[in-house]
């Protein structure tokens, strides 16, 4: 065999072995947002504290029913404005520290396009005695498949993550700042 033959079959070869790593599934993604309140961190905690509470003050939810209250494995439904349901878990509650993490355990890929999600909300001292509130996920789409749809690719998901995470905190820092 000739060295040229040797090379095609090396280059062959390396493409072989390139090709299935092109064609991956989903990447985790990450949204954060934050907003700064003019009210102390205590007040802002007592309107977002409850797990559960959801509905109170982001507008794109219609209800959120929880059990197991604040406590870790809490969970609740999440029924959405536009449709659909989501379910969520509660993993760890911080009262003291201001914060909680939980994860989607139950997706609704037709309604919100994010087949996971591991969140975290947590409010913290701000500028003048204000706060500031941080929310942010680590995510997957809701199509986990090689080549998803518009509606359910990579940036369907964050497109819709990011609007939740304002509108609930523009909600919210609208409600704290007219008490």
């Not at 939980?102 to 913290?124: G, N, Q």
């Not at 003048?128 to 995510?139: C, K, P």
């Amino acid at each position: 065999m000739s060295l040229s033959h040797v090379l095609a079959c090396f280059a062959v070869l390396t493409l072989l072995a390139v090709t299935p790593a092109a064609a991956h599934g989903p990447t985790p993604q990450k949204v954060e947002q934050s907003i700064a309140i003019a009210a102390p961190p205590e007040t802002v905690w007592a309107a977002v504290k409850d797990f559960d509470g959801l509905a109170g003050w982001n507008p794109l939810v219609e209800s959120s029913k929880g059990s197991g209250g604040n406590a870790a494995d809490g969970t609740r439904v999440v029924v959405l404005k536009s449709g659909g349901q989501l379910i969520d878990s509660l993993d760890e509650y911080l009262d003291d520290e201001m914060s909680y993490s939980y994860r989607l355990a139950t997706p609704d890929i037709e309604s919100f396009p994010a087949s996971f999600y591991s969140s975290t909300l947590m409010v913290k001292p701000g500028a003048n005695g204000g706060s500031e509130v941080i929310w942010d996920a680590r995510l997957y789409r809701a199509d986990t498949g090689n080549f998803p749809s518009e509606t359910q690719n990579d940036q369907a998901a964050i497109e819709a993550v990011t609007r939740y995470f304002q509108e609930g905190l523009k909600t919210l820092k609208e409600q704290v700042e007219a008490q």
